[in-house]
């Protein structure tokens, strides 16, 4: 049975700007649904119930492999994908930890709440639209497809949310407008605005998140450490997608990530650092 000392270890974040945390929910509401959640002081995959976690956008370059290390790692995963057969083809179908279910971000948090479900105790969104004629995709998908996850969180009392986002989504306010990269993301259909309108609500609505801000995503094996750093901070730089899905399964099973805001890259020069340190280091918002 939970604790209030595991309650305080895995707490809700603290809303920003001022505002009332679950506002759509009560908070004795949310927090009794959480605490029937939680075995352990944070998730692990020591506990002898193995903890599900729900990856949105999981036939994605990223998402698969934050599956696939999530299931290394023994966690059970239920994968949300739009497309069965493409997931068939990415996921691997014979893991009996692994449950596939079909999931469009955009079509609304109730729709979202019920494929989440109530045995999942965390989500992870590496979601990103998909260039098209539809000018507004980033919109739908990398804001109010990210906004519904969170809201679906909210309805089920799922708390621990983790989002990869992007470096540079608050661009303006650190004078990079003109970085090549800020204008190019933003010509199709304002990606990084849309990303940070995201950020925003997730901030705002009070549950425990890890927003993750990789620079230019690679696909190629991690070469080089992990640099984690403050939100607004880096403006250039990439990163493996092996060391993204590996920070966001960290994030999921260090406590000290919890309301944070992390930016990432990978450097050769830079020390390598146990990832509890790196996230130790940030402060929280
Ligand atoms: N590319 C970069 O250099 C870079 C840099 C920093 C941050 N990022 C961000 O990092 C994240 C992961 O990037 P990535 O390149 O690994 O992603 P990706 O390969 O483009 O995958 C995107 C995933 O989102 C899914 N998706 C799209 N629309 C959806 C919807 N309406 N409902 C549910 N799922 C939907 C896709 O499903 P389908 O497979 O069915 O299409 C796919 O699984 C994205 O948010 C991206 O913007 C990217």
């Known amino acids: 049975m939970a604790t209030m000392s595991m309650l305080r270890s895995y707490p809700l974040c603290h809303p920003y700007p001022l505002s009332k945390p679950y506002s759509r929910i009560p908070l004795s509401r949310s927090l009794s649904v959480v605490s029937s959640k939680m075995e352990g002081s944070e998730i692990t995959e020591q506990n002898q119930v193995k903890k599900k976690i729900f990856v949105a956008g999981a036939t994605g370059s990223t998402g698969k492999r934050i599956v696939e290390q999530l299931l290394a790692r023994g966690f059970e995963v239920k994968a949300g994908v739009r497309d069965l057969d493409k997931a068939g083809t990415i996921l691997s179908k014979d893991n009996p930890s692994l449950q596939i279910v079909k999931t469009d971000v955009t079509e609304g948090a109730e729709k979202l709440a019920e494929t989440i479900g109530d045995d999942s105790q965390a989500v992870i969104c590496a979601t990103g639209f998909r260039p098209g004629w539809d000018l507004f995709a980033?919109?739908?998908?990398?804001?109010?497809?990210?906004?519904?996850?969170?809201?679906?969180?909210?309805?089920?009392?799922?708390?621990?949310?983790?989002?990869?986002?992007?470096i540079l989504v608050n661009g303006a306010a650190m004078g990079q407008i003109l970085n090549p990269a800020y204008i190019f993301l933003n010509v199709f259909g304002l990606t990084l605005v849309a990303k940070l309108q995201a950020e925003r609500h997730i901030r705002k609505s009070g549950i425990n998140y890890t927003i993750i801000r990789p620079g230019g995503l690679r696909n190629e094996p991690p070469?080089?450490?992990?640099?984690?750093?403050?939100?607004?901070?880096?403006?250039?730089?990439?990163?493996?997608?092996?060391?993204?899905?590996?920070?966001?399964?960290?994030?999921?099973?260090?406590?000290?990530?919890?309301?944070?805001?992390?930016?990432?890259?990978?450097?050769?020069?830079?020390?390598?650092?146990?990832?509890?340190?790196?996230?130790?280091?940030?402060?929280?918002?």
């Open 138 to 166: 980033p919109w739908k998908v990398d804001n109010f497809g990210t906004v519904n996850l969170v809201e679906a969180c909210r309805k089920l009392g799922v708390n621990r949310f983790i989002l990869i986002s992007s």
């Open 223 to 285: 070469s080089g450490s992990v640099v984690m750093e403050p939100e607004d901070t880096l403006y250039q730089g990439s990163i493996s997608r092996d060391q993204v899905a590996e920070v966001a399964v960290e994030a999921l099973i260090l406590p000290e990530s919890s309301c944070k805001v992390v930016e990432i890259v990978s450097r050769d020069e830079a020390p390598k650092q146990p990832y509890k340190n790196l996230f130790a280091s940030i402060k929280q918002t």
